[in-house]
């Protein structure tokens, strides 16, 4: 049984910083392209980063190039999200999310509809 668990959410003054963690069990992590997604209230689930399987590729929202960077350790199943400079519109459930591989590979994706896994949230909050 897959499961993902995020951890590290919690309130924040703006321009402070977080980092989310999201442990992966129960298949070969190292083969998954990642993504963290976010919802505020009343909005659609956004993508914020995804990253490929081998780590070698990312893509971030326009909305937080240059203040949030994801990384990845295949030995410990677990992906990382080191969010700073926060801003109030940051505030959001984070959730992360996994798309099944086969092998390791420079793709990611883009898209909710594509993760085949996901997490259960970790609530960011961002007071101004």
């Known amino acids: 049984q897959v499961q993902l668990v995020e951890s590290g959410g919690g309130l924040v003054q703006a321009g402070g910083s977080l980092r989310l963690s999201c442990a992966a069990s129960?298949?070969?992590?190292?083969?998954?392209?990642m993504g963290w997604f976010r919802q505020a209230p009343g909005l659609e689930r956004d993508l914020v980063v995804c990253?490929?399987?081998?780590?070698?590729?990312?893509y971030y929202a326009d909305s937080v190039k240059g203040r949030f960077t994801i990384s990845r350790d295949n030995a410990k199943n677990t992906v990382y999200l080191q969010m700073n400079s926060l801003l109030p519109e940051d505030t959001a459930v984070y959730y992360c999310?996994?798309?099944?591989?086969?092998?390791?590979?420079?793709?990611?994706?883009?898209?909710?509809?594509?993760?085949?896994?996901w997490g259960q949230g970790t609530q960011v909050t961002v007071s101004s």
């Open positions: 990253i490929s399987s081998s780590g070698s590729s990312t």
């Open positions: 999310a996994t798309k099944t591989g086969f092998g390791t590979s420079r793709y990611y994706y883009t898209r909710a509809n594509e993760y085949d896994y």
């Open positions: 129960g298949r070969t992590f190292s083969t998954d392209a």
